[in-house]
């Protein structure tokens, strides 16, 4: 039985905890959050009790613990939990600054403790099969990859002003999906974007909808188009032009109900939003944290991954800021 | 350069005629029609001459002709044409007794000339692609059929009266497809039916949907599904269960517009009726006529296939009426 | 807090089992089956114990049982526990026997109990967004129902000898549907049926592959198509025709990739079979059962809902073996 | 009755010609190619006759006239039809330089003649529906427009290498679908690509694959993916993210059959090439030229329309060449 702490009892802390306690050999111990309600709550659900972060640390029979609680307390909570001999399961993004993230990604390879950021894209019942049958040769060599990430709609501003903006907010998804499909690197990125949605966006220094287009070393293709508002849903895409044919990815939907009418032949919208989309990912992501701490093995969604992600947003940010391409450092 | 006539100025007339004048060596030479000015007009539309019927089939220079007059002239037109040596080409059905039905094909026989039936559907591209790669094997032995059949309206009670009710009308055809696609003959049949949109077609003695179960020879099951009104088109579908899979003909869309809203992902309603579903087949069955009276070779539909679709309705009529299944001659 | 018991630790019953402890307020607290192995194991799983079946009835402590073991104890489990005055879920059916059948609910309704009958698909997502929408009015008054029902492959021939025959094995569900989705009952029911898959299962006296033809009291027919083989899957499929347009419940997949290569351009398979397709309807099925014992409300699928099936399994297995139209009692 | 001449009796010149007879009214009086036999088939298929280009251009029975020789020939054919007055359609591109493109779109307006450039795409049945109901605002404003462009394979590269390179032989339409689409020019544009296909098209100095991000003067976004290699066939999809919606172009299929199987559940691939997807639109193209000049109507894709497509590429070619945003004159 291994104990388990997770930091943070908000809409995802709750999604986490409940994934956790469904692996055999799991046990939650600990829940931590500012809000101590909500850290009740939580605590209460599963058995577990509320506790501090010093107090969660300090704790010898703490194996794991999973961070997400707001963007601006990882990187500090990962390096503490490193030092303590924590594994670590964080949400993303490591953090909003490339420099603090590579220092938690130090911090993690000193202590040698497992570290694995929450891309739980990679887990994606659709996007894993497309990935594996990728990676089985089945369209043969990957050449190009466009990738269609959408939300249904736009969070407040308050919270857009807190974000680090749309590159590092929403597309770090999928420029760890560009990394992670074509298992290659950037040696490019060109980005633009615009306000179309809400001008109080424009007004907090952001943009809502975005055009990437990024190199990869061996001259693979990857164009991105992300958009705050889908009327429609959540529009997650991808598709991967291969030397031998194509693989799509696509949406999620509630059900395979099909209307015809006097009008039109309809199907069910995608899924909402990440909550619904994801469900399935969620749970996956964090058995195999789980499983991969356990049994001692390398999960596969690493820090290292995180900080990738985030220069690529960094560079998008500037390549949109500055009007030009980007060159990255082979 | 054959010459050929087409006996019928009406809107199946008009296709026929204009799919006549596509083949290389084909020319229409005469139109003949009781609607004199209908005649007028689509002789002048392809630089034909309006003519009477006698003076068609006594013209030696008549190689073939076309009947697309009402129902109630097949007959006597086959058996005319067949005397004068003419190939022919005639709608279905052959007529609305089996009787004079069996005595045209035996007419057609002791002529040895060609006759053809319209069977359309047996060319429409979906179709012909589903029983081709059938014959090749690619889902085993078939099993079962299932057929929908649905008309977007029904017609007016005046035609439903002289039509020979639902059977004959309009599941001939389903009749056909059974006998096309499972390569096989019916020992028995049991239809229902109701009459559900409109109580006129009842008072006229007729239904309005039917649900028909035939059993194969060789032991398949055949089901068929129609009714006279969609409100979302013409639904024209079958799937074939085998050993090894199953293949399904679909319906055809007028466009591949997809259309995500706040409601629904919808896409085109199919094709609106015969007219517009069967334009590709109506096309097709005209150039393998005049191809095969040309080089003298066989007819995909012939008169015999218009006899024994026309039994299988005739059954279908009885066990509908007496409630009880059929048992066919075998 | 709500003790439950659970008959049976088979397949279908560990299933239950996991379904209920998700419940709140639901405790599972013991596990009966002859096979003591397969009960300790699942007993141990919930932290249950292992009990026969007169301790577990004896127990006042006991508030519902969950019958999932071999249909043949069916009925007697469910007299026996309707006579302790236990809250009662069966898997389908009933009982092999319509008399027996009627019998026990009889017995439910001396005794005032709820009594669930495992129809899951009730409970489908897909199927239950299609019921909801249909009610709605969506496509005005239902005139047709097509039902496709097919398995990936046949059990057991030993299986099939004491399975009642495929009418009460395998379209007991159908039979369900038919009656909720047309929220009528049968006045007519005509079969038929063959076997094509494996010999051994006509030796057996039965068939693999049937088609079955139902007139409801409004007139509203219903086709359904079964097989015992499709080897693409567990196809599971129904459309409602409307006097205002089409219902279509499709398959299930497992992923939504999208490959296009040379030959074609192709989706996943339908779930492989019942356990994959129906996950989340056994899950809503459970939830509702526990929900309508706890707080006094009605059932959606009762034991009457068990026996009008049954009624409609007896019937098309006459009509298949007296290849007759059967006349169902108003 | 209008007299028409065609240059060019090639591949697109026989579809021009054949779907210009179609017309009531047309008649096909001259052909002419430096090919006299290709030009002596195509003249006698349609009962036209052979002649050179001054001759057809000194008969002042020459209405019109449909260019669809070599592309090195269609600015010279076009200044001297347009000084000679006759109504010209033109293949595109105008010319592979923007200047005598722009010089022949100032000929053909001193001329005061129709002059027509073959954008077929804008005639796709598809393409055309989607642009209609976008212009009707069924998805509100359109903010971004995704493109996909791809050919079954590359041609040989003693094509290529006279082409103009991949922006203008390839993406020339793509561009116009940008500009007709969102109905708004662009600002800026910034191209790649690369060569993954066959080294001898980097060797004659071109592209294979190209990932192009356009900016229109209201700030919406395009994105544009080609390809010269789709193993699957000819891809050619776009959409329109809107305000409220999405609009969706799919690829067209031959046809509607579906087969499952154990191993997928497989459609057809789309139409192999532009000849085949582009039927209906080459018909549609035509007939809308003809009318156009017989009824003195607006053409719908003009020469400026051709001037504009062509700037794009050569804006793109740069951008390409020299790895930087292009900025556009407004």
């Known amino acids: 039985m291994m104990n388990v702490a997770v930091f943070g009892a908000g809409r995802i802390g709750k999604i986490h905890a409940g994934n956790l306690v469904l692996q055999p050999g799991a046990r939650l111990k600990y829940v931590s959050d500012v809000n101590l ?5 939580l605590a209460a659900q599963h058995g577990a009790q509320v506790a501090d ?7 010898p029979g703490i194996g794991a613990v999973l961070i997400a609680s707001s963007t601006d307390t990882h990187a500090e909570l990962i390096m503490r939990a490193a030092a303590a001999g924590k594994a670590i399961f964080c949400e993303k993004p490591v953090d909003l600054t490339l420099e603090r993230a590579k220092a938690c990604a130090r911090a993690v390879a000193d202590a040698g403790v497992t570290c694995m950021i929450g891309f739980q894209r990679r887990f994606d019942p659709t996007f894993h099969a497309l990935k594996t049958r990728l990676a089985a040769g089945e369209i043969g060599d990957p050449e190009m990859l466009i990738v269609t990430s959408r939300d249904p709609g736009a969070p407040p501003v308050s919270y857009i002003k807190s974000s680090g903006g749309i590159f590092k907010d929403m ?16 040696v490019s990125i060109s980005a633009t974007g615009s306000c179309l949605t809400d001008p109080a ?17 061996r001259g693979r293709l990857c164009q991105i188009n992300t ?5 429609y849903g959540y529009d997650q895409r991808f598709e991967v032009l291969g030397s031998k044919g194509m693989l799509q990815a696509g949406n999620h939907k509630p059900t395979e109900v099909i209307a015809a009418t006097g009008h039109s032949v309809s199907q069910d919208k995608p899924e909402h939003f990440f909550l619904e989309r994801y469900r399935a990912a969620y749970a996956s992501e964090i058995a195999h944290f789980f499983d991969a701490v356990v049994n001692q093995v390398a999960v596969r969604t690493t820090i290292e991954d995180g900080v990738k992600a985030l220069e690529l947003a960094e560079a998008a940010t500037l390549s949109w800021r500055e009007n030009r391409t980007i060159e990255l450092a082979k």
Chains 1, 2, 3, 4 share one sequence.
Do not use: K
Request: with cysteine; proline share 0%; charged share 30%.
């Open 37 to 41: 309600q909500a850290a009740q709550e």
């Open 53 to 59: 972060i010093d107090s969660v640390l300090a704790d």
């Open 171 to 186: 597309l770090i998804h999928d420029f760890d999906i560009f990394r992670w499909i074509l298992d290659d690197e950037a």
């Open 201 to 217: 966006i424009a007004e907090a220094g952001d943009i809502d909808c975005t055009a990437v287009t990024i190199r990869s070393r």
């Open 227 to 231: 958009s705050r508002r889908a009327a």
